[in-house]
């Protein structure tokens, strides 16, 4: 078994233990007539509510991802402008052409114009792989 197996292992074998612990102590209180059905009922919901709030807050806790950093070197060795990685970064967010157009101020046939050396640059036929390819070399996050 790994570290981090055993670091989720080891918490839930000691709920569990506990649980099983507490309802051996109701089981004997109760046999004792010492608390009504009620609170056993209660205690046992409290025990069972606050555990899956721990492990939901357990199990759900993501870290923080790293920030993006372009590759440099892959852009400079393709050759990629400014303005082609700035059509290539709208392009990753699903623009069409007239809406690339539209937010860099460019006209429908330079956008068209960029992508075309985009896809030759690449070395890519269509739009989804020059996205991936662009993912693969680190250009867009």
């Known amino acids: 078994m790994n570290r981090a197996m055993l670091r989720t292992l080891i918490p839930w074998a000691l709920v569990l233990a506990a649980g099983a612990f ?3 102590w109701l089981e004997f209180q109760y046999l004792a007539r010492r608390f009504s059905f009620e609170i056993y009922v209660s205690i046992v919901g409290v025990a069972v509510a606050a ?11 993501r870290n923080d991802p ?13 050759g990629l402008t400014g303005q082609e990685m700035r ?21 429908p046939n330079t ?4 992508l075309a050396n985009l896809f030759a640059k690449l070395e890519v036929a269509r739009r989804t792989q020059a996205i991936g390819k662009a993912r693969e070399l680190q250009l867009i996050p």
């Open 111 to 114: 956008v068209k114009t960029h």
């Open 51 to 61: 555990g899956g709030v721990w492990a939901g807050w357990r199990l759900t806790r």
């Open 87 to 107: 059509v290539l970064e709208r392009l990753a967010a699903g623009q069409s052409n007239k809406e690339i157009a539209r937010s860099l101020g460019l006209s």
């Open 22 to 24: 507490a309802l051996q």
């Open 66 to 78: 790293a920030p993006f950093a372009r590759n440099a070197a892959a852009q400079a060795s393709l």
